[in-house]
Nanobody, 120 residues
Framework: QVQLVESGGGLVQAGGSLRLSCAASGSIFSIDAMGWYRQAPGKERELVAAKSSGGSPNYADSVKGRFTISRDVAKNTVFLQMNSLKPEDTAVYYC??????????????WGQGTQVTVSS
């Protein structure tokens, strides 16, 4: 079974920084892409940043220049460095990965979510 476990959320003042981490574990043959989504109250889940294996990162316009996604391929981990945080960044952040498990087809996996709250 494949699991994604996130960490690093919390409460921060506007202008501050947080770093989210997400580690994939289990029977993993390969990971095609890893990324982060977020969902604010009353809003739909949206892509924040994603990075495919060997590809360039992709960012939402609202976070370009402030957030940086990176991967540790050897450790099946993805990070999201969030700088210059704004109150509108407040949301539950979800890790997402396209994983081919050792026993099956390529699948879309999600973490449990981590709360990020930015106070003004």
């Amino acid at each position: 079974q494949v699991q994604l476990v996130e960490s690093g959320g919390g409460l921060v003042q506007a202008g501050g920084s947080l770093r989210l981490s997400c580690a994939a574990s289990g029977s993993i043959f390969s990971i095609d892409a890893m990324g982060w989504y977020r969902q604010a109250p009353g809003k739909e889940r949206e892509l924040v940043a994603a990075k495919s294996s060997g590809g360039s990162p992709n960012y939402a316009d609202s976070v370009k220049g402030r957030f940086t996604i990176s991967r540790d391929v050897a450790k099946n981990t993805v990070f999201l460095q969030m700088n210059s945080l704004k109150p509108e960044d407040t949301a539950v952040y979800y890790c997402n990965a396209l994983i081919k498990p050792g026993w099956g087809r390529l699948g879309d996996y999600w973490g449990q979510g981590t709360q990020v709250t930015v106070s003004s």
